[in-house]
């Protein structure tokens, strides 16, 4: 019974209007796919500068400045990446839920997200936030961790068109 309500819950969403509308347009999906593949360069760009000056390169540059501002750039990307890829599920979501890469990527930025509110929330965040700006070990393989998670669901995003 559960399967079933997926089945029409994603039936209906590719029957709606806005997908639909994607579907029929020659310039929509291409723009909405542009405005994704933008967002995801928006927030792994934020990320990796933030992480490779967590992991100790860029020594010379400030690290509090960077973990202000990085963490907002990346959530602005994450949000764009989020609203255009649920707009491009949309179109075919029957066959993206059945997709493993599908399936493992969403895991991966789902478990990359879940680490950065997770961190956001430790004593080290708020050490490295600090006019000292000290970086703990273990913020150093946080940044290892995240840096790996959200190159993992690039890759994994790459194989959806190969599954």
Known sequence: MMETMLDEALRALAASPPAQALKASRLAYPLVNALHILGL??????ILALNTRLLGLGGSIEIA???AFLPKVAAFGLGVAAVTGLALFSVQPVDYAGN????????LVSAATLHAIAVHRTAGWKSVRGPLGIVTPQLRASAALSTGLWISAIVAGRFIGFE
């Open 100 to 107: 493993a890469a599908f399936l493992v990527k969403i895991g």
């Open 41 to 46: 360069s928006t927030l792994f760009g934020a």
């Open 65 to 67: 400045p960077l973990a």
